[in-house]
């Protein structure tokens, strides 16, 4: 089994800038892609940006492109997430997800993956 741990969350101010961490322990030896999604009171889950390999493969949603960056150490299979130019409106619970393949079609589904991550809460806040 392999658990995800969320490392890096807490209250920022707009316009600040945060790294979030996703810790993989266990059987992690065949995992291959990473995710981060997000949810905010009375939303759905939502897809914010992946990774796959040694980070040759990357996607994002169009509201974080360019303001967000996803990166992987696939050696330590840790996942971060660079967050940049923080908005109130970023703030949310954000997961972090694993999974053994990669999809191009599907990888920013909720479904695609069976790992997650507990979530850390961010808040962006003056």
């Known amino acids: 089994q392999v658990q995800l741990k969320e490392i890096g969350g807490g209250l920022v101010q707009p316009g600040d800038s945060l790294i979030l961490s996703c810790v993989a322990s266990g059987s992690t030896a065949d995992l291959y892609s990473s995710a981060w999604f997000r949810q905010s009171p009375g939303k759905e889950r939502e897809f914010v940006a992946s990774?796959?390999?040694?980070?040759?493969?990357?996607d994002y949603s169009g509201s974080v492109r360019g303001r967000f960056s996803i990166s992987r150490d696939s050696e330590k299979k840790t996942a971060f997430l660079q967050m940049d130019d923080l908005k109130p409106e970023h703030t949310a619970v954000y997961y972090c997800a694993a999974n053994t393949f990669y999809s191009q079609n599907n990888h920013h589904l909720a479904s695609f993956y069976g790992t997650w991550g507990q979530g850390t809460q961010v808040t962006v806040s003056p």
């Open positions: 990774t796959a390999g040694r980070a040759e493969t990357t």
